[in-house]
């Protein structure tokens, strides 16, 4: 109960917090709407190469840039971690009765929110310009599910790293170093029958491309709810394993102190 | 009388070598006011992290109201309110939401909601933040920043307060205000207050012991004016009109109110047990021989001496020591 309380209480200061820098909240809402129009006019025509089975590129996309968007936000979610450090905020928290956990959680939970938010409007904007997601609203849910799931990995992969680091430079350099080649080793813009076959391996073992999976399944005409499952579990284990490391980062944090 | 704080061979490095204590123990009486007090880099500031739970010692024991610290972390976290050094301040959030954050975290939010808003006007008007409480806290002064982090140390009511340099990096004449504020609390029924501080004079006006931190050991530890008078006698210090050899050492080699008299040029240094009664002695034995006096003055011993007699170097010796370290 302490726990989820706690949680609470820092997830609202964390909304509160980006709610008062409206350049911010307006960029992250303007970001995955120029991804999504973007890269679909810039690809708009890989959908004519044989072996493409999708009738409109915007709707293959799609999950692609909501699953993208969750991750690029996310993963930056230890910068203001380190901030805090840096103001003594951190210092301050510790050694009060507040739950560790939920220092994370309250910061993960926070990007959730936020990734929910962005999904609706990339959504939106594709049904706009005239995808469609047979998968329908169930399916739409489910790639909401993933997203936040993948967003939620990151971000505390982010605040451990964070942690342990306790320096921006460095933690800007790590982030900027995986984000590219994890969007890019997977189906998130082309098929996985058009990529090379040892690119296809990786991306098998790559977080970014379950939730891609999972998320287009989900909205397609046919899903593959076997499939879907199973990417969402295995990102399920990936992010509490993601959130142990963070709250045992900590101890490493209080010992430099 | 009841130990509030107890500090029992605390030993703590960190990587690269750096031992910032060194067997350091200190014991605090409830309700009292305990400062310990060193330059920087003294071990001081590690001393209150071990205390508060922030960080674990390599070994010895610290407890607080009798609760170990590294055992029962939890516990003496429900115990203390803590002012860390520099501020824990969320810049981000107003005044008030810092402190209804805090008192959240101890779990009036949801047990008393009504009873923590009223509790928070309270701190609000007694800090004097109640115009600025629902302003941004990255728009207030130093000096408010400060009294906000005072005010968020005791939402819970903390029976042991620990203020590590409150007032370092403050203008003189918030400082003045800073004193007073601590010694209010110092004030108030059963309450502990652990400071450290590297200003002599913080120590001397506000603790009712003071313990002497040199490289992560306690050097002396006592009532300001105990640790003063082990030092015996005031300085009196006269400036002659003029330059004189010899004749003043032997004009006041006869009284025996005053002793270790040294002149350097037309400065005259003595030391006397009772320094207003030597004064009027010294000058009567200076005029009897010719001698004149432009100007004299008496000093009582500082806890600066008393740092000089326990450590061999003067604080502001120390203090230059450690800056040049840590360049």
Known sequence: MTLIRHTLYMTLRHLRELWRQPWFVAVTLVQPVIWLLLFGALFKRVIEIPGFHSPSYIAFLAPGVVVMTAMFNAAWSGMSLIEDINRGVTARFLVSPVRREALIAGRILKEAVVVVIQSLIIVALALIVGASF??????????????????????????????????????????????????????????????????QHVADFNPVNWAVVAGRTATSAHPDWGLAASRAAFLAVLLLLCLAFATN????????? | MERAIEADGLVKSYPKGVTALDGLSFAVNTGSVFALLGPNGAGKST??????????????????????????????????????????????????????????????????PRALEQRIQQLLERFGLADAADRIARGYSGGMQRRLDIAMALVHDPAVLFL??????????????????????????GKTVLLTTHYLEEADQLAERVAIVDRGKVVAEGAPEELKRELRGDAIHVDLDREYNGGVTRALGQLEAVRDVTVDGKTLRARADDGGRAVPL????????????????????????VYLKYTGRTFDAAEAEQDEANR
């Open chain 2, 164 to 189: 590590d340099e409150p007032t370092t990096g403050l203008d003189p004449e918030v400082r003045a205000d800073m004193w007073s504020e601590i010694a209010k609390l110092a004030g108030e029924r």
């Open chain 1, 134 to 199: 047979p998968g329908g609203v169930g399916g739409v849910a489910v790639l909401f599910a993933v997203s936040a799931l993948l967003g939620s990995t990151f971000g505390a992969l982010s605040n451990g790293f964070a942690l342990i680091m306790r320096q921006e430079e460095a933690l800007i350099g790590a982030t900027q170093f995986i984000l590219l080649p994890l969007t890019f080793l997977s189906t998130t813009f082309l098929a996985a029958n058009l990529i090379p076959k040892w690119m």
């Open chain 2, 282 to 305: 010294v000058l009567q034995a200076l005029e009897s021989h010719g001698v004149g006096v432009s100007s004299v003055r008496v000093a009582r011993p500082s806890l600066d001496d």
């Open chain 2, 47 to 112: 001393a209150v992290k071990v205390l508060t739970t922030l960080t674990t010692p390599d070994a010895g024991r610290g407890t607080v109201a009798g609760i170990d610290v590294t055992k029962q972390p939890d516990r003496v976290r429900r115990t203390i309110g803590v002012v860390a050094q520099g501020s824990g301040v969320d810049i981000q959030a107003t005044g008030r939401e810092n402190l209804r954050l805090q008192g959240q975290i101890y779990g009036f939010g949801s047990r008393a």
């Open chain 1, 249 to 257: 980062a900590f101890r490493s944090y209080q010992r430099s102190v």
